[in-house]
């Protein structure tokens, strides 16, 4: 028995040979942790980046196979600036010299190598024998009625710009704005082509009060990532101010207030060290890891905390007495959740994800460093500043019985009960949870509170579509777009893209080529085809081209070998299932109805959010069952029994099968912000279990308590911390699900419902199964009392 | 106080003198480097353009171009494509003016019909290349406004501003070479934005009939886009003795053949 003991007496022995050697050398804790704490956090540094390519990894095939497509033609993100007169027609001489003026202002944004507008669209016809190619509207301040009656009759039979530049009844009109960014400081980029358009909207509006202006596009996604990050960060405030009044409420202690919020504010001090030395860039995901780690740190001072005022109050120690107490007490349970935490967290590097990797390394460092303040800096604060309490007389009387005793009460009396309810109620979540479905559209990641949001609804429900899809369609041959076969097949999949319910424009070669073709011909509609001859197409191809102008050029459409052309279709918002099976069709239809060389792939920044969280699901999935394995492991270390740990697997699983049950009858889409969840609420919520059970084996066997009378010593020893600490983290998460940006508010939500239905499965579940898993083994009884240890007395 | 007015009034005159002097001695420059190429006549080159984009991939045109020296207005110039194979025989005939825009025709061998062009647009991409029309044609002193920058041993640097509202650009920085008969060695394009767009050098320099520098390469970087167009000449010939005859719609046709 002796033999057996030691290792939680050696446990023991070193957590209060730790606690009196801080008590002892109070100051030189102190200082040396604040020092640690400062070196760290001087080396912090916040840059945020807000391009959406840091949600691609690497390797990200989609993404590679965009950034290919982007080498080929030309690389470049825009700005969509749409414009609504209130008159209702863009069509009158002030509206198209406003237009033109705006233009001519957009051609100076940063970056700037294209700028495509009704007015300087290049209107192709033919004037006698010879080609024309011209502004729409140049100069449109001295056209007449009659003049622009004509503009307005070309814009709107004009394929290229119906549904793209212009809408159908001629009342909504867009600029496009192409930039190419150098992409060697996104951080600074970005800000500056914003800054230069919310600019020149804003001169714009005050000359002309009549225009509603909206804007959209890559740069404006790219600042909305970039400011959702710096809002999510602002989120750390709100959650310091909970901190402290939890911690008050909690402790009714100012001096036990302000070393917790020393150690919370040491623990980020140090993880935006981390941030600074590994040199990671902000994003919006990862921007919430000082709410995280505010979250998770506090629960550590507060077990801590409430064990040294309760041993002070109740039972009468010392200060120091109840100190040495408190951490002999609480070192190895602080130790494991922390552990478990660290665990959980490091699992996102499994995923495919980098913002989260960032965010699942920042935390478990902090979360380390939290440890590590909560077992030294808080104690030695502690032991210097001057606590007081009243002890108190037990005057409530040993007969009130606690409400979580009467809840123990309950459930012992009807554990088969219980778990058949339990089991009918997860069961059916569970097979609830299977109906999510992944959604990963990149607008709907942002709330109505977000401009971007409303002004790219605004967009797609009055002008054109903001998801696209691109294919670079392939002759084969250099020179070869200009085979009439290749045209024609081109001009087919242009046809069949038309036809699809989801396509609301494309945008082709062959269209081009159609429309000299016709122009070559006297403006004849029987010419409105490609044309016959491969000389006929190359020379008309020749002659057009050197008929456009300084950045309306086709090299953003035709590769420098002329062996390849780009397609790109414009998309209703749908979701990202019915978007990859869009690229699915349209990929097989090419398999089917072209030769080899010009199969493609559909790929574009859409394509690559609609694949993120699949792809994210597939490379969790390892990284999950890893973190189950290990922390059951460390569960059974802990509890030093194999059996229990088996069932700890129940309770630990089952909260995230709750959660994603209730989440079908909520929302019923979910995210990839939300993958990362199972691994992250796992080291979490693994708490409650490890606590409880180890309450229960220590009545059983310390105290020789049967199953029934452990399990209500269990609720009545650790049920009120667990109800606190849930309500600490409930309170964390409450706040991030406030988050304006859905990859952290959906995230925040799933994690609160499943912290919660943790609670309710530790106080249901888990008592009737130990009750039950107990009976059968009463004639083992006695063999099992020589086993187990305890470790997580408290 | 009247003092200060009047050192005042001096340093403003000095300063509208030195610039005053700046615009008149590029455009001085520019007057000496376009008499320096006068009185070649007529010339036939052939030309090797290669494309090249951001990952090394090439693409290839070639090319003759024929030159007639005009004195009382632009130089007229011919193109006629050799490859690729699609487009031999396409041929253009320019006529550059000194003011106004210039003429433009197209001959299309398949149709067999010469198409003008309408040249308002001349800033566009020449075949898919780094080079603007713009930047190809003969370079008339009186389509630009000038202003000298600085002297760097036998560099002078101009500041060159298109009087052409459609041009893809803001100015020029052209760089010419005193010594050598005020031929170009770098220009520098700005585009509408007034960031650096593309640089334009200038090598392997051949002196004909003992006056006249021609570069054998002629090398374009896009900056922003990280494409390149090389040019490569050959076989210059100022003994062809080119006439007005040669730069007709007629000759077009005829040269396309």
């Known amino acids: 028995m002796n033999a057996i003991k030691k290792p939680r007496k050696i446990t023991n022995t070193f957590a209060k040979r730790w606690a009196e050697f801080v008590i002892k050398f109070k100051w030189p804790v102190l200082i040396t942790t604040l020092a640690l704490a400062i070196g760290l956090g001087s080396n912090g540094n916040m840059e945020f980046d807000g391009d959406y390519h840091v949600f691609f990894s690497k390797s990200n095939p989609e993404l590679e196979a965009f950034d290919a497509l982007q080498e080929k033609y030309t690389k470049d993100d825009n700005v969509v600036i749409v414009l609504t007169p209130s008159n209702g027609d863009i069509f009158t001489k002030e509206n198209l010299s406003a237009i033109e003026e705006l233009t001519a202002e957009a051609w100076n944004t940063p970056y700037s190598s294209r700028v495509d507008a009704l007015t300087n669209f290049q209107h192709t016809s033919a004037q006698g024998d010879d080609l024309y190619v011209d502004d729409l509207s140049y100069e449109s301040s001295t056209k007449t009625d009659a003049e622009i009656a004509i503009i307005k009759q070309k814009a709107l039979k004009e394929p290229l710009l119906v549904d793209r530049i212009l809408n159908k009844s001629g009342t909504v009109t867009a600029i496009n704005v192409t930039v190419r960014l150098p992409g060697k400081d996104s951080a600074k980029e970005i800000p500056e082509v914003t800054a230069f358009i919310r600019n020149a909207i804003s001169d714009f509006k005050t000359k002309y009060p009549n225009f509603e202006i909206h804007s959209s596009g890559l740069v404006p996604l790219n600042t909305a990532f970039f400011e959702s990050s710096m809002n999510d960060l602002m989120l750390t405030m709100i959650m310091l101010i909970i901190v402290i009044i939890t911690t008050f409420i909690l402790t009714r202690n100012i001096y036990s207030t302000v070393a917790t919020f020393i150690v919370v504010m040491f623990s980020i001090m140090s993880a935006v060290g981390f941030v600074g030395l590994m040199g990671i860039k902000l994003t919006p995901p990862s921007s919430v890891f000082p709410t995280m780690i505010l979250t998770l740190a506090v629960a550590d001072s507060i077990h801590i905390l409430i064990t040294m005022l309760q041993k002070m109050r109740k039972d009468g120690y010392n200060k120091k007495e109840a100190l040495v107490e408190s951490i002999r007490l609480n070192f190895m349970p602080v130790f494991i959740t922390s552990l478990t935490t660290v665990i959980g967290f490091l699992t996102m590097n499994f995923g495919d994800v980098p913002p989260f990797w960032d965010l699942g390394n920042i935390t478990a460092f902090g979360m380390t460093m939290a440890f590590l303040y909560s077992t030294t800096a808080l104690p030695a604060l502690m032991a210097i500043l001057p606590v007081k309490v009243k002890v108190k007389k037990e005057t409530s009387g040993p007969e009130k019985i606690s409400w979580y005793k009467s809840l123990g009460h309950m459930v012992v009396k009807q554990p088969v009960r219980l778990t058949i309810i339990s089991i009918i109620v997860i069961g059916l979540l569970t097979f609830l949870a299977t109906k999510n479905r992944f959604n990963d559209e990149f607008i709907n990641y942002f709330d109505e509170t977000v401009t971007f949001r409303t002004d790219t609804d605004y967009i797609s429900e009055n002008l054109t579509g903001i998801y696209n899809v691109e294919f670079s369609i392939g002759s084969g041959e250099s020179g070869g777009i200009n085979n009439p076969e290749y045209l024609r097949k081109l001009n087919a999949f242009e046809d069949w893209l038309n036809q699809q319910p989801e396509v609301v424009h494309v945008n082709a070669f062959s269209e081009v080529a159609r429309r000299v073709n016709r122009s070559m011909h006297g403006d004849d509609e029987n010419y409105y085809k490609v044309p016959d001859s491969r000389e006929e197409a190359a020379q008309y191809l020749l002659l057009y081209e050197l008929s456009l102008p300084f950045g309306l050029d086709l090299n953003n459409q035709i590769n420098v070998d002329k062996s390849e052309t780009r397609v790109t279709v414009t998309i209703e918002n749908i979701k990202s299932a019915d978007m990859i099976a869009f690229s699915d069709r349209a990929e097989a239809w090419l398999q089917n109805n072209t030769p080899k060389p010009m199969h493609s792939i559909g790929v574009s920044p859409t394509l690559m959010f609609s694949t993120l969280g699949f792809r994210q699901a597939d490379s969790m999935f390892t990284g999950n069952i890893i973190a189950l394995i290990l922390i059951s492991i460390v569960l059974m270390f802990a509890l030093r029994n194999f059996k229990l740990g088996l069932l700890s697997i129940i309770p630990n699983v089952t909260p995230v099968l709750v959660g994603f049950g209730f989440w079908a009858l909520y929302k019923a889409q979910i995210n990839t912000g939300m993958v990362i969840v199972f691994g992250m609420t796992l080291g979490i919520i693994v708490d409650d279990t490890v606590h409880f059970m180890s309450k229960f084996l220590r009545a059983r066997r310390e105290l020789g308590y049967d199953a029934k009378e452990a399990v209500i010593y269990a609720f009545e020893t650790v049920g009120k911390a667990l109800v606190t600490t849930t309500i600490v983290l409930l309170a964390g998460f409450a706040v991030l699900s406030t988050s304006s940006f859905a990859l952290n508010s959906y995230m925040a939500r799933i994690t609160l419902i499943i912290i919660f239905s943790a609670l309710v499965i530790d106080f249901i579940l888990l008592p009737s199964l130990l009750i039950l898993t107990s009976k059968k083994n009463t004639s083992k009884e006695t063999i099992k009392e020589l086993n187990p240890q305890v470790q997580l007395d408290k | ?257």
């Not at chain 2, 193109?79 to 025989?89: E, R």
């Not at chain 2, 006439?243 to 053949?257: M, N, Y």
């Open chain 2, 1 to 257: 106080m009247k003092k200060l007015i009047l050192i005042g009034i001096a340093l403003l005159s000095i300063t509208a003198i030195t610039a005053q002097s700046a615009e008149e001695r590029g455009l001085q420059i520019a007057n000496e480097a376009d008499k320096a190429d006068q009185g070649f006549k007529s010339s036939i080159v052939n030309l090797k353009m290669t494309l090249k984009n951001k990952n090394g991939q090439t693409s290839e045109r070639l090319l003759i171009t024929r030159t007639l020296e005009q004195s009382d207005d632009g130089d007229k110039s011919m193109i006629v494509f050799n490859s690729p194979k699609d487009v031999k025989g396409t041929s253009t005939l320019t006529f550059t003016h000194k003011i106004g825009s210039d003429d433009q025709w197209l001959f299309l061998p398949s149709i067999k019909r010469v198409k003008r062009i309408s040249s308002n647009n001349k800033s566009g991409p020449f075949v898919g290349s780094e080079f603007a029309y713009e930047d190809l044609s003969s370079q008339e002193v009186e389509k630009y406004g000038y202003k000298f920058l600085k002297e760097n041993g036998n560099l002078l640097i101009v500041e060159q501003d298109p009087v052409d509202p459609k041009s893809g650009y803001t100015r020029r920085l052209v760089t010419y070479n005193k010594e050598k008969a005020y031929r170009l060695e770098k220009i520098e394009f700005y585009d509408r934005k007034n960031s650096l767009l593309k640089t334009l050098t200038y090598s392997d320099y051949k002196l004909y009939k003992g006056k006249f520098w021609r570069a054998l390469t002629m090398n374009m970087i896009n900056h922003q886009s990280n494409k390149e167009t090389q040019l490569k000449f050959s076989d210059y010939n100022f003994e062809s003795e080119l006439s007005e005859d040669d730069f007709t719609q007629v000759a077009l046709k005829r040269a396309g053949k």
